[in-house]
């Protein structure tokens, strides 16, 4: 059996109206904090239920809003929800008391720091983004805990979130809200080499595609990708090798060097990214044919061979468009005994 209810965040002074609600025992929503809103009641359109439940919650009677998403909410076995989500900014009456929950203006650029559902985030960056409608699908189980996601009916990456030591805190989040709000998450970045006959080593650089969503156009790690929720940094690696450079690894031939913990801050297409990874890095050197290599378009430009010495020296004095990290690499170097 499915619900049908509608959902809005009305806007103030760069302020979203939030509604903690802390009064049902059985709520679903219990000690989250949400827009207001509520179910349909028997043959109301999606505007006659937002209208009616603002009112009634709040007190105000909106003049100016727009429908800005449908999510499809599931939740454990049982629960399966439709919401209409709306923003508004227009408004008269005076704001009442709520008997779902305490309402309060909260500045937007604090809201993800309140007890939200993992996916209220994933809409929330949506609308900073000015998507002007969009579908977004969020399956939890019943710990709360996001299992998938979904925009436009195309699968959206989810991360474990993880503590500083490397193990996982228990949050799933999706990798657009993991990427503003610096969250620490996992990563397999692979380096393949092959030995000169004269000494010393080749780095295989692959040049990220302009369609990248951070550092498009520079080189980088031969191949590298985050590791999704539930996966693990091996399995990851292999996946990668053979998604981005159609190059099939075993496992045994990924030589394991460490773990390397990087992280910046930069502003792509207008808006903030902060990455925060803990990244296995492993080093392969089986024989690679480039000229046979499926380069995954939307990933990888070109994939070229540097001399790891020539490389270094791009990378510390800026003549390599890169974003590579310095001491990774190093760790490489040093592994294949050229520092």
Known sequence: MFKLSTLCYIEKDNRYLMLHRTVKENDVNKDKWIGVGGHFEDRESPEECLLREVWEETG??????????????VYGEDTVEYMSLYTADGFTGE?????????????????LGLNLWEGDKIFFRLLDEGRE????????????????????GKEMELFDI?????????????RGVAHRESSLHAASH????????????????????AVKDSNAGCYDISSA??????????????????????????????????????????????????????SAVYVYSEPVDVEGLRLQQEEVEEVIWMDYGDCRRGIL???????????????????LGVL
């Open 95 to 111: 704001q009442t008391a709520c008997d779902e929950g305490e309402l309060e203006w909260v500045d937007k650029k604090e809201v």
């Open 162 to 174: 993880l503590n500083p030591d490397g193990s996982k805190t228990g949050i799933v989040r999706e």
């Open 225 to 278: 990708g985050h590791v999704a929720a539930g996966d693990e940094y091996l399995t990851t690696a292999v996946r990668e090798l053979k998604e981005e450079l159609g190059l099939r690894a075993a496992p045994k031939d990924l030589k394991f060097i460490g773990i390397h913990h990087g992280g910046f801050e930069d502003v792509f297409y207008g808006m903030p990214f902060k990455d925060d990874e803990l």
């Open 60 to 73: 105000f009677i909106l003049t100016s809003y727009k429908y800005r998403g449908l999510v499809t909410f």
């Open 190 to 209: 692979i380096w393949v080499v092959r030995k000169k006959e004269k000494g010393g080593y080749d780095v295989l650089l692959q040049k990220r595609s």
């Open 133 to 152: 409608f969009f579908s977004l699908k969020l399956v939890y189980d019943e710990t709360d805990t996001l299992q998938y996601a979904a925009l436009d």
């Open 317 to 335: 004095d800026g003549t390599l468009n890169n974003c590579i990290y310095i001491e990774e690499f190093e760790m490489v170097g040093k592994y």
